[in-house]
T-cell receptor, first 112, second 116 residues
């Protein structure tokens, strides 16, 4: 079965520091990969997505992610975190017109 | 980008009553809509997949008689929680794929249900 693993439940970084959130997927073919952010009590906002082509994708709010087939990973990065980035981050994948399979999420806290 | 709207965004009801949540694709036609449920501090769990004009497909463990899903048009799907109980309190989120099917799902803002 398809699955998404986010190994880190909670990460705390200092404002201005760099960030990397890990995501691993299990799927035979090349999946469609997504990163979403969710603020408390809010819906999901798409940060970026990978379907094919360049393995380094740029998203909104200064985020980027790199698809590495050899590692089955799609880690999310940001060079300098802002306090407003504190939220829950979900990695997800599907194979086209199928439901998204979500990871359990990583909660990001930002300290001054 | 494509917009999916859910209504209501927040609802409180008494135990035993039924609640209907609407999910609309505002600027595109959605062949398939997915309903997710999210408990506090947890991830999204798929409840069911609904295709326009056909019966919804429910995930294992989801009671189809309790969570009625109707997808009568290409722009509207509804989730009705029947005879709601406090354990049904949750955050319900719908998502939709477009007829053009780019592979991307577009999410509604979510509906928070609290059953007293």
């Amino acid at each position: 079965a398809q699955s998404v693993t986010q190994p880190d439940i909670h990460i705390t970084v200092s404002e201005g520091a760099s960030l990397e959130l890990r995501c691993n997927y299990s799927y035979g073919a090349t999946p469609y990969l997504f990163w979403y952010v969710q603020s408390p009590g809010q819906g999901l906002q798409l940060l970026l997505k990978y379907f094919s082509g360049d393995t380094l994708v740029q998203g909104i709010k200064g985020f980027e992610a790199e698809f590495k087939r050899s590692q089955s990973s799609f880690n999310l990065r940001k060079p300098s975190v802002h306090w407003s980035d504190a939220a829950e981050y979900f990695c997800a994948h599907n194979s086209g017109n199928t439901p998204l399979v979500f990871g359990k999420g990583t909660r990001l806290s930002v300290i001054a | 980008g494509a917009v999916v709207s859910q209504h209501p965004s927040w609802v409180i009801c008494k135990s035993g009553t039924s609640v209907k949540i609407e999910c609309r694709s505002l600027d595109f036609q959605a062949t398939t809509m997915f309903w997710y449920r999210q408990f506090p501090k947890q991830s999204l769990m798929l409840m069911a997949t609904s295709n326009e004009g056909s019966k919804a497909t429910y995930e294992q463990g989801v009671e189809k008689d309790k969570f009625l899903i109707n997808h009568a048009s290409l722009t509207l799907s509804t989730l009705t929680v029947t005879s709601a109980h406090p354990e049904d309190s949750s955050f319900y989120i719908c998502s939709a794929t477009a007829v053009t099917n780019t592979g991307e799902l577009f999410f509604g803002e979510g509906s928070r249900l609290t059953v007293l």
